[in-house]
Every structure is written in C-alpha cells, then in structure tokens.
C-alpha cells in the first residue's frame, strides 16, 4: 500500500502543485497561526504561547500551561486544534510529499523508494499531538498524567519526523547538485 501511494505521489507531484501547495502554506505562518496564538493569548491575558511549538516538555509544564490559559482561552484553543491545526497538516504533508516526490523521482532505489512518504510520519504525530492537547484542553482541571506525557511524546515525534524529512530535502537537494556537477565520463 505504501509503495502503491509512493507511485501515485511520484506520478502526479508537479512544479505547479508545488507552488499552489507553497502559496497555501506560506498563510500559516504568516498570517493564520500568528493571529490564532495571539487569539490565545490575548484571552488569557498574558503571553503563554502554545503546547504545539515546544520541542518537548514534561506534564509539569502543560500544568501550568493549561493554568495560565483561562477557560476562554483554552476553548479558543482546541477550536483551532480541530480547526486550524487539522488543515495546516495537511497543507505541510502534501506540500513536503510534493518536495520529497520531485526530488526522489528518479532515484528508485533503496532507501529512497518511499522516501516521498515520510512527511506522513509528522503528519500521523501531529494528529495524535493534537488529540491530546484537545483532551488535555477539555478535560482541565482533571488534567491525566497519562495524556500529558503522551502529548510530549507526540510532539517529539513529529519535530523528529520534520528534521528527517528538512534533512531529506536538503540530502536531495544536494545530490541533484552533486550529480549535475560531475563530469561526464
């Protein structure tokens, strides 16, 4: 099933889907996730900044973040959780699967055969990030321990999955350089 997906992305990623998919994105973080953090913060009445940028955190500091919040701010949040924070994935997904899939195309060899589909990793962490913040924003004060270790675990994950894929890109990048450089034998 994978291999059957690598295909398909190989087959029908091009510059035009590339550029639309990079026009989407850049409203994210210029204009849509600003405005939704500032959003948050200007109903807790404090900067407090969101769950979903840290790198990685222990309960104690989702406590406190879930405390500074306010209720009005934490319904705001899972809001965009459900709302925002579902398309943004999406739109990252297919823009780095269109990357990986241009740059990839013509190396099927191993590893590199699906190696358009591993945005598909942060997306799959991202998802299950967000469904334990919303649970953690839902559920406060009867904040579970349980849950909020797994949101760190979640969002570890998926900064992981990022960096490889920022590193993929590059490794790609660099390769098709490399390759148009070398002299013809």
């Known amino acids: 099933m994978l291999t059957a997906l690598s295909n398909w992305a190989y087959r029908t990623a091009r510059v035009p889907i590339l550029l639309v998919l990079l026009l989407l994105y850049a409203l994210f973080p210029a204009y849509i996730l600003p405005n939704a953090e500032q959003r948050i913060n200007q109903l807790a009445g404090q900067q407090v900044g969101i769950i979903d940028l840290l790198p990685y955190y222990q309960p ?26 579902i398309a943004y994935p999406i739109v990252y997904t297919a823009l780095f699967v269109v990357i990986l899939s ?72 660099l390769r098709g350089l490399y390759g148009k450089m070398r002299p013809i034998d």
Request: one cysteine or more; aromatic letters at 18%; proline letters at 4%.
């Open 60 to 85: 104690d500091v989702i406590w406190q973040m879930l405390d500074k919040y306010g209720q009005a701010a934490r319904q705001q949040y899972a809001y965009i959780e459900v709302t925002t924070d």
């Open 102 to 173: 241009l740059l990839y195309r013509n190396r099927p060899y191993r590893p590199f055969a699906t190696a358009n589909l591993l945005p598909l990793g942060i997306f799959g962490f991202d998802i299950a990030e967000n469904i334990c913040i919303v649970t953690l924003l839902n559920d406060y004060p009867a904040v579970s321990y349980t849950w909020a270790v797994a949101t760190g675990i979640f969002t570890s994950g998926k900064w992981l999955f990022f960096a490889l894929a920022i590193l993929a890109v590059l490794y790609g990048i």
